[in-house]
């Protein structure tokens, strides 16, 4: 009897480690990427106080009737005829289009003075693949206006990079698209001159009927003004700050559609997964088989839907609640494990007992899925809308 009592021992406590173990992983993973994560801000913190004496900006302009006498304007104006080619893994898309500005007599003379010709004025800040775009002046020659005024207007076809996209809330989110327009020479930029590019006063429309979106609806589009302060002064003695127009195009997703085609799987899934508990704890074959068949499922639903949106170090709405039903169902193998061996053990004439306690913790593990579930759906998307 006395030999039996430290072999029954070490049996329990070996079934207790072996059941703590993926638990134990779990939490090993946990501190390893927040002490990673940590490592990398204090690292970013050092680089950036230490290294670098100012920092990059852009800030919103001045009121055009707040301009000091060192300030000259030019305005500025812009038609996208179509918009194409999206790309939201690599964070790109085409536009076609057409812009325009506008300047007097005293910003001529100072372009005179410092060589500076109407084609080099503008430069498109977010273009890329520079090989394969257009963007050159309409006419050889700006056309001169009444009272001594300067017309140019310039041609576009290129691929852009978008800077504005946010998946956050993902699949129900919002879509920009900037096209960016800085002024290019240096000469436009100094402490004694600085030229302001402002919305043009006749701009009257900004997308032409090829401004669709295929998958989106359109919702509007948005010119502004802004000082792009650069953080390097170029090897001069003047830290440049541009001024640049931007145009932000607004796309929306389709809430139904997006809703049909990733999270109702999702809840489908999850139903069946959330349902299993009423299988009867005799089955522990078919318990168990419900939740690992529900999490290979979840992670080749997440592996398709990653397909379709780049890398992000963040995670989406649609990321938060796969990661909750990952939870949901680990937590329900383990519990159907328990229930399965605890029916199994039981004698025959603790059966229907064994059975009850099975059924309430089943209920009490469904009662609480469903909050969790319904807890992180609804952080995850105040924490977007914030």
């Given at each position: 009897?006395?030999?039996?009592?430290?072999q029954?021992?070490?049996?329990?406590?070996?079934?207790?480690?072996?059941r703590?173990?993926?638990?134990?992983?779990?939490?090993?993973?946990?501190?390893?990427?927040?002490q990673?994560?940590?490592?990398?801000?204090?690292e970013?913190?050092?680089?950036?106080?230490?290294?670098?004496d100012h920092?990059?900006?852009?800030?919103?302009?001045i009121?055009l009737e707040e301009?000091?006498?060192?300030?000259?304007?030019?305005?500025?104006?812009?038609?996208?005829?179509?918009?194409y080619?999206?790309?939201?893994?690599?964070?790109?898309f085409?536009?076609?289009g057409?812009l325009?500005?506008?300047?007097?007599?005293?910003?001529?003379?100072?372009?005179?003075?410092?060589?500076?010709?109407?084609h080099?004025?503008?430069n498109?800040?977010?273009?890329?693949?520079r090989w394969?775009?257009?963007f050159?002046?309409?006419?050889?020659?700006?056309?001169v206006?009444?009272?001594?005024?300067?017309?140019?207007?310039?041609?576009?076809?290129?691929?852009?990079?978008?800077?504005?996209?946010?998946f956050?809330r993902d699949?129900?989110?919002?879509?920009i698209?900037?096209i960016?327009?800085?002024?290019?020479p240096?000469?436009?930029?100094?402490?004694?001159?600085?030229?302001?590019?402002?919305?043009?006063?006749?701009?009257n429309?900004?997308?032409?009927?090829s401004?669709?979106?295929?998958?989106?609806?359109?919702?509007?589009?948005?010119?502004?003004?802004?000082i792009?302060?650069?953080?390097?002064?170029?090897g001069?003695?003047?830290?440049?700050a541009?001024?640049?127009a931007?145009?932000?195009?607004?796309?929306?997703?389709?809430?139904?559609?997006?809703?049909?085609n990733?999270?109702?799987?999702f809840?489908?899934?999850?139903?069946?997964v959330?349902?299993?508990?009423?299988?009867?704890?005799?089955?522990?074959d078919v318990?168990?088989?419900?939740?690992?068949?529900?999490?290979?499922?979840?992670?080749?639903?997440?592996?398709?839907?990653?397909?379709?949106?780049?890398?992000l170090?963040y995670?989406?709405?649609l990321?938060q609640?796969?990661?909750c039903?990952?939870?949901?169902s680990?937590?329900?193998?383990?519990?159907?494990?328990?229930?399965t061996?605890v029916?199994?053990?039981?004698?025959?004439?603790?059966?229907?007992?064994?059975?009850?306690?099975?059924?309430?913790?089943?209920?009490?593990f469904?009662?609480?899925s469903?909050?969790?579930?319904a807890?992180?759906?609804?952080?995850?998307?105040s924490?977007?809308?914030?």
């Open positions: 009897m006395t030999e039996q009592m430290p029954k021992s070490r049996n329990t406590i070996r079934r207790l480690t072996l703590l173990l993926p638990l134990a992983l779990l939490v090993l993973a946990i501190s390893m990427i927040w990673a994560g940590t490592k990398q801000a204090k970013y913190v050092y680089l950036d106080d230490h290294q670098y920092a990059e900006s852009i800030v919103p302009q009121p301009i000091r006498d060192d300030q000259v304007v030019i305005y500025f104006g812009i038609h996208v005829e179509k918009i080619e999206l790309s939201l893994q690599s964070r790109t085409s536009a076609d057409s325009w500005i506008e300047w007097d007599s005293a910003n001529q003379k100072y372009m005179d003075k410092h060589g500076i010709a109407p080099e004025l503008l498109l800040v977010n273009q890329i693949e394969d775009s257009t050159e002046p309409a006419t050889d020659e700006p056309i206006l009444s009272a001594g005024r300067y017309y140019q207007r310039y041609k576009f076809s290129s691929r852009f990079y978008d800077d504005e996209i946010n956050r699949p129900f989110d919002s879509l698209l900037p960016v327009v800085e002024i290019a240096g000469a436009m930029s100094q402490k004694y001159q600085q030229t302001l590019l402002y919305p043009h006063h006749h701009q429309g900004f997308l032409g009927m401004g669709e979106l295929s998958g989106y609806q359109l919702e509007g589009a948005m010119l502004s003004s802004y792009h302060q650069y953080p390097s002064q170029f001069e003695w003047y830290r440049p541009f001024s640049q931007r145009l932000d195009i607004v796309y929306s997703s389709d809430y139904w559609s997006a809703f049909v990733w999270v109702l799987p809840i489908i899934v999850m139903s069946v959330l349902l299993s508990p009423a299988v009867a704890g005799s089955m522990g318990r168990l088989a419900i939740p690992s068949t529900a999490l290979l499922t979840l992670i080749f639903m997440q592996q398709a839907y990653h397909n379709e949106i780049p890398s170090p995670l989406t709405f990321d609640l796969f990661a039903g990952y939870l949901i680990l937590g329900l193998f383990a519990l159907f494990t328990w229930g061996n029916y199994t053990k039981a004698p025959k004439d603790k059966k229907e007992e064994a059975m009850a306690r099975i059924d309430k913790v089943d209920v009490i469904q009662i609480s469903v909050s969790a579930l807890f992180v759906a609804a952080l995850s998307w924490n977007t809308v914030s």
